[in-house]
């Protein structure tokens, strides 16, 4: 599984675009790229999902350079209800018998 | 409605006391995985499951058990519990390793 490097922490203020950027140098040929949200005490929750180039969903926007060795996850108009931890996790989609690992995900913190 | 149900969400339980947390799905998800959280260590997958009777481990199994009997029930045991195993736990399914995973509403587990 390729590994992933974030940001620990970030700041913003309500309306705000965040952008939340993921590196992940030895993605593999096969492996999609996939974000989860997390509030306190609740499970991750499921955001987008991308391959290549860009991914759009009612709740955020997803982009993959070329080469797919990063990716950033566009948040558009934050609000406090947006103060989560962003995970990202690189990884094939398939019936294999492996792990999923979750990294130590990116604090966003939304001010008024 | 599609989701993931934990029980107990809470647990008080003394060392070497054996216990059990359920785990179940209503969406038919081959997969099935448990997580443990602790504080500045992010999720950690506990043991992972692809379909009946196939379970694999995770990166923290040590101290756990799981089984997978049926399609939608993933039971965690932990047969002689130790104050390091207090932690907050979520179950989690998904149609395949690496597609969109559902998560349960955790299980706060203290371990005295």
């Known amino acids: 599984l390729a590994k992933t490097t974030q940001p620990i922490s970030m700041d913003s203020y309500e309306g705000q675009e965040v952008n939340i950027t993921c590196s992940h140098n030895?993605?593999?040929?096969?492996?999609?790229i996939t974000w989860y949200q997390q509030f306190p005490s609740q499970g991750p929750r499921f955001i987008i999902q991308?391959?290549?180039t860009k991914v759009t969903n009612e709740v955020a926007s997803l982009f993959i350079p070329a080469d797919r060795k990063s990716s950033t996850l566009s948040l558009p108009r934050v609000s406090l209800s947006d103060t989560a931890v962003y995970y990202c996790?690189?990884?094939?989609?398939?019936?294999?018998?492996?792990?999923?690992?979750f990294g130590s995900g990116t604090r966003l913190q939304v001010q008024p | 409605e599609a989701q993931v149900t934990q029980n107990p969400r809470y647990l008080i339980t003394v060392t070497g006391k054996k216990l059990t947390v359920t785990c179940s799905q209503n969406?038919?998800?081959?997969?099935m995985s448990w997580y443990r959280q602790d504080p500045g260590l992010g999720l950690r997958q506990i043991y992972y499951?692809?379909?009946?009777?196939?379970?694999d481990k995770g990166d923290v199994p040590e101290g756990y058990k799981v089984s997978r009997k049926e399609k939608r029930n993933f039971p965690l045991i932990l047969e002689s519990p130790s104050p390091n195993q207090t932690s907050l736990y979520f179950c989690?399914?998904?149609?395949?390793?690496?597609?969109?995973?559902?998560f349960g509403q955790g299980t706060r587990l203290t371990v005295v």
């Open positions: 991308g391959y290549k």
């Open positions: 499951s692809m379909n009946v009777e196939v379970t």
């Open positions: 030895n993605i593999a040929t096969n492996d999609y």
């Open positions: 996790l690189v990884g094939r989609q398939d019936t294999g018998r492996r792990a999923l690992t």
């Open positions: 989690a399914s998904s149609r395949g390793h690496g597609t969109e995973a559902f």
């Open positions: 969406m038919n998800h081959e997969y």
